[in-house]
């Protein structure tokens, strides 16, 4: 069953279907469980301008009628997975995210991205769409990598993350709304 939540006209988050809570609960979500995330903006939940951007440019498209798909990685410290974006407009106004998993492999833990792991006041970007990580300007590696030229196993605390969208991911998207093609 597909992880789904909606937005309204004032593109604040109104819905988040059954599956959604069971996936927050079971994946140490308590952050977008329905208490905290209903009668939100969706873009409030977006610090980065680009995946900002581009989601906006998103809905609007979706509005417009025409859906967009896309795949893109959510993964947890022991798997590696690929989940199936549907966005598309229920009546021109309300938009609808549906997510899909299409693929999970289980991996070693990733301590990076373990939540309750002691955080200090660094701050290490990961794609939202692929995963991998900013470890400089114009570099990005898979977190197990990122983790290893970083030498983050070796301190006494990890950096904190935040997400953003990779120059590669953010080429791909805006190329797809341009061409109204799926990813």
């Known amino acids: 069953m597909p992880l789904v939540y909606r937005i309204d006209a004032l593109d604040n988050i109104f819905y988040v279907n ?6 927050a609960r079971q994946n140490d979500g308590d952050s977008v469980m329905p208490d905290y995330v209903l009668g939100r903006k ?9 995946v900002l951007q581009i989601y906006q440019r998103m809905v609007a498209q979706a509005r417009a009628g025409k859906p967009v798909q896309f795949n893109y990685r959510c993964d947890s410290p022991a798997h590696r997975r690929v989940f199936a974006m549907s966005i598309h407009s229920t009546d021109g106004i309300e938009v609808e995210f549906a997510s899909a998993l299409v693929h999970e492999e289980v991996r070693p833990v ?8 002691k955080r200090d006041q660094r701050m290490l970007r990961i794609c939202s769409w692929c995963q991998r990580v900013a470890v400089s300007v114009d ?21 904190c993350i935040t997400h953003g969208m990779c120059e590669r991911c ?5 190329k797809t709304l341009e061409g109204d093609s799926s990813v």
Do not use: I, K, N
């Open 42 to 50: 969706l873009w409030a939940c977006m610090g980065d301008p680009t």
């Open 170 to 174: 953010a080429e791909t998207m805006l």
């Open 110 to 117: 990733v301590a990076l991205l373990q939540p309750g792991r």
């Open 18 to 23: 059954d599956a959604w809570m069971v996936w």
């Open 139 to 159: 570099r990005w590696l898979p977190v197990e990598e990122a983790a290893q030229v970083l030498h983050l196993m070796e301190a006494d605390s990890l950096p």
